[in-house]
């Protein structure tokens, strides 16, 4: 008995979506306002998303970076 094509394609995209889960280091905006302000942004520290205490690239270790729907940040300032 085989499985039907659209099952196959489900549990493919579920894969995909496990491999691109949040990693230490990964910034989300929880806000609006300058990207260099640390109040704009939560951090995840391995297991939870906390209130950050750096904008993301202030301090090496910076992977990705999320701008929740919503939001908007103002590159204004001078980012490394």
């Not at 990964?26 to 520290?45: A, Q």
Request: charged share 10%; glycine share 16%; aromatic share 10%.
């Amino acid at each position: 008995m085989s499985h039907p094509r659209g099952l196959l394609l489900l549990v493919m995209c579920c894969f995909l979506g496990i491999s691109h889960a949040q990693e230490t280091g990964d910034f989300r905006s929880v806000g609006s306002g300058n990207w260099t302000d640390s109040g704009n942004w939560e951090t995840y520290n391995g297991t939870a998303w906390v209130a950050a205490t750096s904008y993301p690239g202030e301090v090496p270790g910076t992977n990705d970076v999320y701008i929740i729907g919503g939001a908007t940040i103002d590159l204004g300032g001078t980012i490394p």
